[in-house]
């Protein structure tokens, strides 16, 4: 009998009735080839032979060992990833004519700007204020005639001990930074020189708010304590409670733990409208369990997340072979405050199509120590093949309902049991039997069968 025949083939007719119906919606042809998956279907099958169609005892029933991880073709286009592992996004902007924009946030663009230029803008903040004003007090010393009295001790100068501009600019370094040696300072015969310390003193007092106000925020922010919230390498599909799962692993490396942690995820990928629209990297929500409140995490220890592949998923009509043919991308995002800071922080990471395992699941990684829950992140990303159907979520969802529906009809009910004893009872007494009963379609309960 020929798994893989068509439904005209005469070795295909001999295949029950069950099966024949069946064997279409999970694409037999496709799991004849993939002997892998073939084996997983007949192992979930033992118990129930019409599932999926597979028959027990066919001809491919030797196990092949599992196959090795796919990876695409040496002439095929990498594609261009939207966010990195490491989770920075991979978008340049262009072409920007309102550069104003980012003045009118001044702030904002120096926290955002590179440790150098942070601390080029630092230092000549400073550097520029202390000249400056430096400048104006060695014109104020000039414009009196202070430097030419400098020998004469019955002249009053605007600043005791200014004889050039380098004492000048020593002076206004002072003044700004409020050290005070005592050895320069300004006399009461010198009114514009007295508004200049004002203005001096509340200018630097501005400067030094704004950039240590940025230097701090720079040095505070939360990016570096998203390099110990880790992601696992690999995406991986396999069936949880019957249903196929699209599931990935995080974790966190620090004793100190991210506070109302949770995750989001996205499906990048390209679409075109009914309209004839073209949509380039268009997203799509992952349900990640935020109906449930699963996608709120309590991430002590590394959890596994899980997408259910059902009819609201955007995997629900994607196979096996579909997904190694197919092109995107899924961004995961892990956001928390920071318990010693209570910054909040964010962790991102992708995985490609081709970084989607079908057929794996996570190794565990948590055991029960002397005292306590032990961690080997030594396995975090490891992933060992289990049996998993090569069909759809949405064919696999059929053929377990086709299945369903067989047993509902093929099992005779209790109800039935007194009528077939009526009729024995009645052919014993030398009566005609009576027509056989009608089956009413019920399912036996477990003392009936």
């Known amino acids: ?32 080839e993939n002997a892998e998956c073939g084996a997983a279907l007949r192992a979930m099958a033992q118990d129930n032979a019409a599932f999926c169609g597979v028959p027990e005892g066919g001809p491919s029933e030797a196990k092949a060992p599992p196959a090795p991880p796919r990876r695409r073709g040496a002439g095929a ?17 262009g072409n920007v004519r309102e550069t104003y924009r980012y003045l009118t946030d001044i702030f904002t663009t120096l926290v955002d ?17 202390w000249l400056f004003f430096g ?20 002249w009053t100068p605007c600043v005791n001990n200014l004889n050039g501009f380098v004492s000048a600019f020593l002076f ?11 050895h320069r300072v300004i006399t009461d015969k010198c009114p514009e020189g007295i508004v200049l310390l004002l203005l001096q003193a509340i200018l630097g007092s501005m400067v ?27 995406a991986v599909v396999s069936l949880r409670d019957d249903r196929l799962c699209l599931m990935f692993r995080v974790g966190d490396l620090r004793d100190s733990h991210i506070v109302e942690a949770s995750i989001r995820a996205k499906l990048i990928k390209s679409k075109q409208t009914q309209e004839g629209e073209f949509i380039p990297l268009d997203q799509t929500d992952l349900s990640v369990g935020f109906e449930t409140g699963d996608d709120r995490l309590f991430l002590v220890s590394p959890l596994i997340i899980s ?27 892990l956001e928390g405050m920071v318990e010693a800071t209570g910054m909040t922080c964010q962790a991102r990471s992708s995985y490609l199509a081709d970084e989607v395992l079908w057929g794996h699941r996570f190794s565990p990684v948590l055991s029960l120590a002397e005292g306590c829950y032990e ?32 047993l509902y009809w093929s099992i005779p009910s209790r109800l039935d049991q007194p009528l077939e004893e009526a009729a024995v009872a009645e052919a014993g007494a030398g009566g005609e039997p009576g027509p056989p009963p009608e089956h009413n379609g019920t399912l036996a309960s477990p003392e009936g069968l």
């Open 135 to 154: 400048l104006i007090w060695w014109f104020i010393a000039y414009c009196r005639g202070d430097l030419d009295h400098l020998e004469d001790h019955a």
């Open 1 to 32: 009998m020929a798994l893989g025949g068509d439904l005209g083939d005469p070795e295909a007719s001999a295949i029950p009735a069950p099966f024949t119906l069946l064997a279409p919606s999970c694409r037999i042809r496709e799991i004849q």
């Open 307 to 333: 997408h259910e592949i059902d009819e609201r998923s955007p995997f629900w009509d994607v196979s096996r072979h579909q997904l190694e043919k197919d092109d995107f991308e899924i961004v995961v995002i």
């Open 77 to 93: 286009r990498k594609r261009q990833r939207y966010v990195e592992k490491d989770g920075k996004c991979n978008v340049q902007h």
């Open 172 to 182: 206004s370094i002072e003044t700004e930074t409020t050290i005070g040696y005592g």
């Open 375 to 406: 961690v080997d992140y030594g396995g975090f990303h490891h992933t060992v093949p289990v049996p998993t159907p090569a069909c759809s979520a949405r064919q696999l969802a059929a053929a377990a309902a086709r299945r369903d529906a067989h």
């Open 208 to 234: 030094n708010a704004f950039m240590v106000g940025c230097m701090f925020v720079k040095i505070s922010q939360p990016n570096k304590r998203a390099e110990t919230l880790v992601f696992s390498s690999h």
């Open 113 to 129: 700007l590179k440790w150098r230029f942070s601390l080029l803008v630092f230092i000549l903040a400073y550097a520029v204020t």
